[in-house]
């Protein structure tokens, strides 16, 4: 069992292709003390992502790195570690990040990569993921913090949050709900990580 940083104030990237809200949450939870992390990059893969324009109003440099510049995901991944490293980021968080990380960054970044997911894994990976709990009939659905690995939301997971799926859920009540989950479970992970609490061994993670 190996302990996956010990205890420090944390140096996050951010990756985000859309809104931006799980971003937003992170950084308000750094803002106010609850997180000792801070947020110093944002990259998008998407040149109108809203992300970008509220990272740059909260003063916190925001890069939009077009995929399509390079010839192949290697080439692309190479650009974003060279910005990784040279910000000295800790950890890589995917927040609404809609492409699948290769082994570029997972080599740079063994362990130090995050992603958020909208349902309980392994349950309804991929796309639409609260769209699949609805059509499903499941009960219960919620949200998954895993560390990232080269399959599409497979890496071990770290915590999940639960959230009740009412009979007459949408996909948009539904992920509605899931959001506000979101909101809290990323950045309670990513303090368990800056109090060094965070071991993993194989597919299991264990929080001490
Ligand atoms: C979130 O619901 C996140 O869980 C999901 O995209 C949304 C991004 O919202 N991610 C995935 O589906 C990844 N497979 P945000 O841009 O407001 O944080």
């Given at each position: ?18 809104r ?14 609850q ?58 968080v ?17 362990d ?7 349902a ?14 609805v ?18 939301d ?41 109090e ?12 001490v």
């Amino acid at each position: 069992m190996r302990q996956v940083t010990p205890p420090k104030r944390l140096r996050l990237a951010v990756l985000a292709s859309g809104r931006g809200s799980n971003f937003l949450a992170i950084q308000e939870a750094s803002q106010n003390g609850q997180l000792q992390a801070d947020i110093c990059l944002l990259i998008s893969d998407q040149a109108s992502a809203p992300a970008l324009e509220r990272a740059r109003n909260l003063g916190i440099k925001a890069l939009f790195i077009d995929p399509k510049a390079f010839p192949d995901r290697d080439a692309y991944e190479s650009e974003l570690v060279r910005h990784l490293q040279g910000e000295g980021i800790d950890f890589v968080v995917l927040a609404g990040y809609m492409r699948l990380v290769g082994r570029v960054i997972l080599k740079a970044y063994q362990d130090r990569v995050l992603n958020i997911h909208p349902a309980l894994l392994p349950s309804f990976p991929g796309l639409h993921a609260q769209r699949q709990a609805v059509e499903y009939g499941v009960k219960y659905s919620g949200c998954t913090v895993h560390f990232v690995d080269q399959g599409m939301d497979t890496g071990p997971i770290i915590r999940q949050a639960v959230v009740p799926v009412e009979e007459n859920d949408t996909e948009d009540s539904l992920a509605e709900r899931i959001l506000v989950q979101e909101h809290q479970l990323y950045w309670q992970v990513l303090q368990l990580l800056a109090e060094g609490r965070v071991y993993i061994e194989g597919r299991k993670v264990y929080i001490v």
